[in-house]
């Protein structure tokens, strides 16, 4: 790696046992060589395409891709065997794919914050709704209580009105009925008096008319008395 191009400087498609194979061999067939040499080309093109994957989930995640060096200047280079490099790949590609994980979850962990926020927000609403209705059912219980309160104070209020009349009746009853039982001796005794008075009229009336028949035959003895007198005369 170099500082100086903030890149990843890898070699293309090099390692350390085709170095020392080119450096102990001078390629004794044609044939071979072109055989190997297509084959080195294809495994290029698929390790090249490999790292141009890598580059672009590395660009995807805001990170600096890496720099694809095809030259054969080995300044300022590091280079890497093929089984480092295809480790460092699958490094890479699992530390993506890591990343991405991470970042759905941190995705969905603020996706599930905020449905829990709202959830929250309409659980506080709907608390302050019933700590609402609680407050105005409270008020109405209130009123009520005080409602019945003072009708239960204008009842006891009637009720006692009612007895002090009961009672001031009762009185009153009692009182007529003495008035009644005064007035039945009163009359009693008058009725009593009444014929005690009918009979002495009675008796009266009986001396008188004795008196009278007397008066009158004294008179009638008188005057048929001989001779008469002055004094008989008058």
């Known amino acids: 790696?170099?500082?100086?191009?903030h890149n990843f400087l890898l070699p293309v498609f090099m390692s350390f046992d085709s170095t020392k194979e080119t450096v102990s061999t001078a390629a004794p067939k044609a044939q071979e060589s072109s055989k190997s040499s297509t084959s080195v080309m294809t495994e290029k093109q698929?390790?090249?395409?490999e790292w141009e994957s890598i580059n672009v989930l590395l660009m995807t995640h805001g990170l600096k891709p890496l720099s694809l060096v095809k030259r054969t200047d080995m300044k300022d280079l590091i280079i890497f065997d093929k089984q480092s490099s295809q480790r460092m790949r699958e490094n890479?590609?699992?530390?993506m794919e890591e990343t991405s994980r991470q970042q759905n979850m941190i995705r969905e962990l603020i996706e599930t914050?905020?449905?829990l926020k709202n959830e929250l927000q309409l659980e506080q609403s709907r608390a302050a709704d019933q700590e609402q209705r609680a407050n105005d059912l409270e008020q109405i219980?209130?009123?009520?209580?005080?409602?019945?309160?003072?009708?239960?104070?204008?009842?006891?209020?009637?009720?006692?009105?009612?007895?002090?009349?009961?009672?001031?009746?009762?009185?009153?009853?009692?009182?007529?009925?003495a008035k009644c039982q005064h007035y039945k001796k009163k009359r009693?005794?008058?009725?009593?008096?009444?014929?005690?008075?009918?009979?002495d009229i009675y008796r009266l009336t009986k001396e008188e008319e004795e008196r009278i028949?007397?008066?009158?035959?004294?008179?009638?003895?008188?005057?048929?008395?001989?001779?008469?007198?002055?004094?008989?005369?008058?």
């Open 92 to 95: 890479l590609k699992t530390l």
């Open 141 to 177: 219980m209130e009123s009520v209580k005080s409602k019945i309160g003072e009708m239960e104070d204008e009842s006891l209020n009637r009720v006692c009105q009612q007895q002090n009349k009961i009672g001031e009746l009762q009185k009153e009853h009692k009182a007529l009925q």
């Open 1 to 5: 790696m170099t500082e100086a191009t």
């Open 46 to 49: 698929r390790e090249e395409e």
């Open 213 to 234: 028949v007397t008066q009158n035959r004294v008179f009638s003895y008188l005057c048929k008395r001989v001779p008469h007198t002055i004094l008989d005369r008058q």
């Open 188 to 199: 009693m005794e008058q009725q009593e008096t009444i014929a005690s008075l009918q009979k």
């Open 113 to 115: 914050n905020t449905q």
